[in-house]
């Protein structure tokens, strides 16, 4: 099959994937909302057992308060982090696709993360393959600022730096700060510490965190912003990918 049909078919598939992802998270948040709304309801209702329901509601948010937390919180720190999770498994598989389709391009300056061993011991060709691949990408994003990972995809693709206009310098502080916020719910209980803060002016990100101040408080906006940044660079990538194609392909042939 034509390799640039199945470019474009995978590029496709990656960024519906994606979309399919936001769409889920978008229905959790609704669900979210319109349980608070219904045990709003229950509360004033005079049947017994929707009291008692009531009431289990009502000890079980009280003890997540005990505990420094309330659902409130949770609720939107797992948002946040299913939407980040989402974006990076994105470029993830953009980045599948273009080893997978196009080693020939992608493999230039990449040490290959595999040792002799592993392809000895491997089952087949295609597995050792796949390894190949997928290590190098993972060790990629893992070493790269986000933005740096968005830069890596459009240079794989012969975009240079220079030239690259997918962000903006305010996209790029945006996604830092929401990759700092991630690591900060994941990693320190969702409390700004001194090392993030010092980042955050080093980067003249504008911000009103003081350190040890929870920031799953108020997280609703950062929440939208990140929905409607991804979006916008999610689409972006994905049409400068599917714009590329050809001229990927007849690249590929000529090395």
């Given at each position: 099959?034509?390799?640039v049909?199945l ?16 769409e889920?998270i978008d ?7 319109i349980?608070?709304?219904?045990f709003e309801l ?8 929707l ?15 005990s ?13 946040l ?10 470029l ?7 080893y ?14 595999i040792?002799f ?7 087949s060709?295609?597995s050792s ?15 790269n600022?986000i933005?740096?990972?968005i ?5 794989k ?10 962000l ?8 830092l700060?929401?990759?700092?916020i991630?690591n ?5 209980e969702?409390?700004?510490n ?5 980042e ?14 929870s920031i799953?408080e108020?997280?609703?906006d ?8 991804f ?10 990918l599917?714009?590329?194609?050809s001229?990927?392909?007849i ?5």
């Amino acid at each position: 099959m034509d390799k640039v049909y199945l470019f474009k078919a995978q590029i496709s598939e990656n960024q519906n994937n994606f979309d399919k992802k936001k769409e889920l998270i978008d229905l959790f948040r609704l669900h979210k909302e319109i349980s608070e709304k219904a045990f709003e309801l229950i509360n004033t209702s005079q049947n017994h057992n929707l009291l008692l329901l009531s009431n289990a509601y009502k000890r079980v948010n009280q003890e997540l308060k005990s505990r420094n937390k309330t659902y409130e919180q949770l609720h939107n720190e797992k948002v946040l982090v299913d939407i980040y999770s989402a974006f990076e498994k994105l470029l993830y598989d953009h980045l599948h696709t273009l080893y997978s389709l196009f080693p020939k391009i992608c493999f230039t300056e990449d040490r290959l993360p595999i040792r002799f061993t592993d392809i000895f011991l491997s089952e087949s060709l295609e597995s050792s393959r796949e390894y190949i691949i997928a290590e190098t990408i993972k060790g990629l994003i893992q070493s790269n600022t986000i933005d740096k990972t968005i830069e890596i995809i459009l240079e794989k693709i012969q975009i240079k730096k220079k030239e690259q206009n997918i962000l903006n310098e305010d996209d790029k502080k945006n996604l830092l700060r929401f990759s700092k916020i991630r690591n900060l719910i994941i990693h320190n209980e969702a409390l700004m510490n001194k090392i993030v803060l010092e980042e955050f002016k080093k980067l003249s990100i504008v911000h009103s965190y003081t350190e040890n101040q929870s920031i799953s408080e108020n997280l609703d906006d950062d929440i939208s912003q990140m929905q409607e940044l991804f979006k916008k660079v999610s689409e972006k990538i994905t049409d400068t990918l599917l714009n590329k194609a050809s001229q990927l392909d007849i690249y590929d042939k000529s090395k």
